[in-house]
């Protein structure tokens, strides 16, 4: 595939690009900085941008794609929506020039998974986290929202570890009765199932939880 990654330069972002370019696909990764996309691949390509411009975004998106996908991640403790303004630009971008596709890592706690994980993850959803995820779930709703062939993937606690977890727990909706669940992921195993999903056609209009097993 043809995928143009946004969020290339954070954690998970380069677990994403370079996941996507050992399997064999193409990338063009979307970052404001390119000194900072630290990966070297005859497949890969940088594009300079801002998310927040809509004339860049829709200039990335000009090109052929057969997938977008969205690893931005920003944090802040005061009501922001850089988020959702920049996705919004992405999705418009995306429906001007008839991409379909879209895959993008949000966060346990947005929408329908307020409240799930265990102690720790809803205290920091609730008192560290509030304002993100008011970011990600007007995020998500515009997402839900485009009419386009669209994955959200929300992962819990996340682990800097390259290690990808094959039997990852992955629910929609309420958390499954009697699961036994670490409430944490690996960035290479967001990466993994994102891209799997993208790449299989799986999980298309659905928002999916996952963690790792206890």
């Given at each position: 595939m043809?995928?143009?990654i946004f969020g290339?330069?954070?954690?998970?972002?380069?677990r994403?690009?370079?996941q996507?370019?050992d399997a064999?696909?193409?990338?063009?990764?979307?970052?404001?900085?390119?000194?900072k996309l630290s990966?070297?691949?005859?497949k890969?390509?940088?594009v300079?941008?801002?998310?927040?411009?809509a004339?860049?975004?829709?200039a990335?998106?000009?090109?052929?794609a057969?997938?977008v996908?969205?690893?931005l991640?920003?944090f802040?403790?005061?009501?922001?929506?850089d988020?959702?303004?920049g996705?919004?630009n992405?999705?418009?971008?995306?429906?001007?020039?008839?991409?379909?596709?879209?895959?993008v890592?949000?966060?346990l706690?947005?929408g329908?998974s307020?409240g799930?994980g265990?102690?720790?993850?809803r205290?920091?959803?609730k008192?560290?986290?509030?304002?993100?995820?008011?970011?990600?779930?007007?995020?998500?709703?515009?997402?839900?929202?485009?009419?386009?062939?669209?994955?959200?993937?929300?992962?819990?606690?996340?682990?800097?570890?390259?290690?990808?977890?094959?039997k990852?727990v992955?629910?929609?909706g309420?958390?499954?009765?009697?699961?036994r669940?670490t409430?944490?992921t690996?960035?290479?195993?967001v990466?993994?199932?994102?891209?799997?999903?993208?790449a299989?056609g799986?999980?298309?209009?659905?928002?999916v939880?996952?963690?790792?097993?206890?």
């Amino acid at each position: 595939m043809q995928l143009t990654i946004f969020g290339a330069t954070g954690k998970t972002g380069m677990r994403l690009v370079q996941q996507a370019l050992d399997a064999g696909h193409a990338v063009r990764a979307f970052v404001r900085d390119p000194a900072k996309l630290s990966i070297s691949h005859d497949k890969l390509q940088a594009v300079q941008g801002d998310i927040l411009d809509a004339a860049s975004v829709d200039a990335a998106l000009s090109q052929p794609a057969d997938a977008v996908l969205s690893a931005l991640g920003i944090f802040h403790r005061e009501p922001k929506t850089d988020l959702s303004d920049g996705t919004a630009n992405v999705i418009s971008a995306m429906q001007k020039h008839g991409i379909k596709r879209l895959g993008v890592v949000s966060s346990l706690g947005a929408g329908d998974s307020a409240g799930q994980g265990n102690f720790l993850a809803r205290n920091l959803q609730k008192f560290l986290l509030s304002h993100v995820l008011a970011d990600k779930e007007r995020q998500e709703q515009l997402i839900m929202s485009s009419g386009l062939d669209w994955t959200i993937v929300r992962p819990p606690q996340l682990t800097d570890d390259d290690r990808i977890c094959e039997k990852v727990v992955a629910w929609v909706g309420p958390t499954p009765k009697g699961a036994r669940l670490t409430w944490k992921t690996s960035r290479a195993t967001v990466a993994g199932f994102l891209l799997k999903a993208v790449a299989q056609g799986s999980h298309i209009g659905e928002a999916v939880n996952i963690s790792e097993p206890k």
